[in-house]
């Protein structure tokens, strides 16, 4: 596997900032970087969590993320608008892939929105990434997982 072509690690003179997270970010559709080219980025006690999991710790983060590209096909990562008000980082993004390589045509779409905050060293020690489950999956299996909903839905209507 070649190696991740990232961008220029963050220095005292030129630390992380929403334009380079956002650099960092985008080309994660392809390949992770290795686990030495996250630290310096990442802190070693980093936390993440998104809608299905938490991890703690920089090496469950790298895993985390070599098993998303491996058990995803055709994975494309849109990264989209960001902001920053001292350590905190916000930006949005969209996702499409095929979850399941037998059936290419059965593609994911979602959209949604990534918070990170820095540490005093100046590196990534948390990770929130927010997408809407529900979409997620009525875009790929509309028939099953609408029917699923609808009947959810109607016990509280």
Request: net charge negative; no cysteine.
């Amino acid at each position: 596997m070649p190696e991740y072509a990232m961008p220029p690690a963050p220095t005292p003179e030129h630390p992380i900032d929403a334009q380079m997270v956002h650099e960092l970010f985008s080309m994660w559709d392809k390949e992770v970087p290795t686990a030495e080219q996250m630290r310096q980025w990442f802190a070693d006690d980093l936390v993440f969590k998104d809608p299905l999991q938490r991890t703690d710790g920089l090496q469950a983060y790298y895993d985390m993320n070599l098993k998303l590209l491996k058990q995803r096909h055709d994975l494309n990562i849109g990264m989209e608008d960001n902001a920053q008000t001292g350590n905190h980082i916000m930006f949005t993004f969209s996702l499409d892939m095929a979850p399941v390589p037998r059936f290419p045509d059965k593609r994911i779409y979602n959209r949604g929105m990534t918070y990170v905050r820095l540490n005093d060293d100046g590196k990534i020690e948390y990770h929130e990434d927010h997408w809407d489950f529900n979409t997620m999956f009525l875009s790929a299996f509309p028939s099953i997982f609408g029917r699923i909903y609808k009947k959810f839905v109607g016990i509280f209507a």
